[in-house]
């Protein structure tokens, strides 16, 4: 705890030094949250955190969380730094969703409007026309929907299906999965709510279709902590990644949070739902980053200028 400690002073005072904000998002590990908190930085969802980092004056923005976060800070600021404890953090929406085919499936497809994800590569961003979180998700293809627009979605099923369901829009679907939310188990998470009836569950729509039918609130994180605080449960069950329970119990602090099975029958692991790339993110490599000015994000010039047609729209759209 002491180097802990220690550590945790040396990244405050390089923060300040290097006019550096750190934007965290609610999957890493505690210490880094608590410490974007301490230093006037930020920890929210997706969305948010390219909000603030857009809004944020400062020179070097660092963005704990995964590359497509740290992408989206560069697409919208080419004019700050923007570093990242790791590069290896990937994210299996993204992987899953190659640049090369995704233009070719959108040039099979030139009637449909392209509505991306936000965990994409820049690339993926520069074809499409929009650019949603799961936070912006259902109105914005709700907002199409009316304009008569059909569309194309990608990358995440589940997310895709479960907008197609509530607005009944004519939508294509490309098939990647999230590899934490997918592995929500429906018979575990019915047998845990045998045993607590009176629990509320909170879905982030990243997973299964029958997972987001037991939900009593689906959203983006801040969306899930926010219906924490406002439902009338005192007990949830909550399918999204370990992580949030930080933020969710301070938020709502008199309230029990249970963490949904991932493992199959019964299981009820505390931190089994946890993203292998968040976890990346270290006091360590923070600090490092902060050292060497390492793990520098670039986005070529030509790809940038056309995400930020899209990834603007959404920050637009979200006003
Ligand atoms: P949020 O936009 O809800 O923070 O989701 C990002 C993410 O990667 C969830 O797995
Ligand atoms: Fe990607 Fe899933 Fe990790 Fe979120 S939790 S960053 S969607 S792999």
Known sequence: PEQKLRVKAQIKQKLKEQDAVLVAHYYVERDLQEL??????????????????????AKTLIVAGVRFMGETAKILNPEKRVLMPTLEAECSLDLECPAEQFIAFCDEHPDRTVVVYSNTSAEVKARADYVVTSSIAVDLVTWLDEQGKKILWAPDKHLGRYIQRLTGADMLLWQAACVVHDEFKFRSLG??????????????????????????????????IK??????????IVATDSGIFYKMQQAAPDKTFIAAPTMGE????????HCP?????????????LETGGNEIFVEESVRVKALRSTQRMLDFAK
């Open 36 to 57: 974007a908190e301490e230093t006037g930085g930020y920890v929210s969802d997706s969305l948010d955190m390219a909000r603030f980092g857009n809004e944020h004056p």
């Open 227 to 236: 219906a924490a605080q406002t439902l009338p449960h005192q007990r949830f």
């Open 191 to 224: 047998e845990m709510l045998d045993k607590y009836p009176d629990a509320g569950v909170l879905v982030h729509p990243e997973s299964p279709e029958d997972i987001i039918r037991l939900a009593d609130a689906v959203g983006s994180t801040s969306q899930l």
């Open 277 to 289: 790339w968040m976890a990346m993110n270290g006091l360590h490599n923070l600090l490092s980053v």
């Open 266 to 273: 019964g299981a009820t692991c505390k931190s089994c739902a």
